[in-house]
């Protein structure tokens, strides 16, 4: 959380960075590692491999690589982000049925409402939201994500200043930047949104 108490310049990426956060290793499936984004509602993660230390960043983009070749077969979105309105119930014969916490007709891939006056039923409940596509989950290559991660990662310590982390987004063009220790093991992530935010919360 952002220490209030700080003015904004004074904030550094470990005061501005989500802790524990999601990693993955290089030896993870693609398929596997869009499925970890898309439970957790997140649009990347940083990619460690054997000791731990932080090798690359994969994200939704680089899982929109995989589809672009075959555009002709892509399906047109109704968003452009995860879903963060469907909840899960498992059946009494062991299957796993997509509901959509949003009023019915509120969503397009809103199913059948099950049982009438209950919940609508999501349509596509493995699909990957991103940057006006969906990608089918199930439909991604088993191969490790070494291949498609970003490797080089941005990084960065706890004490580096809210301006050096806004000029390094902008200047590598990047979303998020993986805070890492002297080990280069990831301890946090700070994102664009971390930095809206604390700008949102300063004092004018």
Request: charged share 20%.
């Amino acid at each position: 959380m952002i220490a209030q108490e700080k003015a904004l310049l004074d904030l550094t990426a470990g005061d501005l960075m989500s802790h524990n956060p999601i990693v993955l290793h290089q030896t993870t499936p693609i398929r596997d590692a869009a499925r970890t984004l898309m439970q957790a509602y997140i649009s990347g993660a940083p990619v460690v491999n054997e000791r731990g230390r932080c090798v690359g960043v994969i994200s939704t983009t680089d899982f929109l690589r995989l589809t672009w070749p075959g555009k002709e077969e892509m399906k047109a979105a109704p968003a452009a982000s995860h879903c963060q309105f469907i909840c899960q119930t498992e059946q009494a014969d062991g299957t796993i049925k997509t509901w959509c916490t949003l009023p019915e007709g509120a969503c397009i891939l809103q199913g059948a409402v099950d049982p009438p006056g209950g919940m609508p039923q999501c349509s596509l409940p493995r699909s990957v939201f991103m940057d006006g596509q969906i990608v089918d989950v199930e439909e991604l290559p088993g191969t490790s994500i070494r291949s498609l991660m970003t490797a080089d990662p941005v990084t960065v310590h706890v004490d580096v200043s809210v301006r050096t982390l806004a000029r390094m987004m902008m200047e590598a063009h990047i979303h998020r930047i993986i805070v890492v220790d002297d080990d280069q093991h990831p301890v946090g992530v700070v994102s664009s949104t971390d930095l809206l935010a604390a700008l949102a919360r300063a004092e004018a």
